[in-house]
């Protein structure tokens, strides 16, 4: 099946600085989802994006589809950004509708 | 309603019992997901509905675990003689279409503990 790889795994930032995750992909996508889980569990919709680049506030995404890549960008991080950013695709060839996800990136967002 | 909707919210049961978990979707969305999530990593794929008919359970771990949906909208899973391992939260999910270019929306998840 379609691989997922997210980096840095890891991730420690000062309150106000910007900061970029990847998401590498195996195979060619018809949907794309970045999500943030907070420290409560809740998996939030920031976006659906298998191509193309939208941006919502101080986040922004692009994907790369021809290169099998996304992007996340957060700038100016509070401290209400941290928690785990996952990364979630269904490859084209992949029969059913689920969702593969990668390992995710954990964000500490210090004061 | 205005979210994918999961009862309860934390589960305790002991080794052996017999547990079943709720999803309420979205109004009106054709397809239902199930995955489930250890700690400390993504969420892995269990079972995937379109109205009433299950046309995936290719995730689901072992003849244990049951799902349904029977009017096409409100989700059961059921596992049974549950073991410890089967600690993990649980995670619905729901998307208008059927066709898998859609985006799912997920519930706040089950979080199920086997003593």
């Known amino acids: 099946g379609i691989q997922v790889e997210q980096s840095p795994p890891d991730l420690i930032l000062q309150e106000g600085a910007n900061s970029t995750l990847r998401c590498n992909f195996s195979d060619s996508v018809n949907n794309l989802q970045w999500f943030h889980q907070n420290p409560w569990g809740q998996l939030i919709n920031l976006f659906y994006i298998p191509s193309g680049t939208k941006q919502n506030g101080r986040l922004s995404a692009t994907t790369v589809a021809t290169e099998r890549y996304s992007l996340l960008y957060i700038s100016s991080s509070q401290t209400t950004d941290s928690g785990v950013y996952f990364c979630a695709v269904r490859g084209k060839e992949t029969s059913g509708s689920r969702l593969t996800f990668g390992e995710g990136t954990q964000l500490t967002v210090n004061p | 309603g205005a979210g994918v909707s999961q009862s309860p919210r934390y589960k305790v049961a002991k080794r052996g019992q017999d547990v079943a978990l709720r999803c309420d979707p979205i109004s009106g969305h054709v397809s239902l997901f199930w995955y489930q999530q250890a700690l400390g990593q993504g969420p892995e794929f269990l079972t995937y509905f379109q109205n009433e008919a299950q046309l995936d359970k290719s995730g689901l771990p072992s003849d244990r675990f049951f799902a349904e949906r029977p009017e096409g909208s409100v989700s059961t899973l059921k596992i049974q003689r549950t073991q410890q391992e089967d600690s993990a939260v649980y995670l619905c999910?729901?998307?208008?279409?059927?066709?898998?270019?859609?985006?799912?929306?997920f519930g706040d998840g089950t979080r199920l503990s086997i003593l």
């Open positions: 999910a729901s998307s208008l279409g059927g066709f898998g270019n859609q985006p799912q929306h």
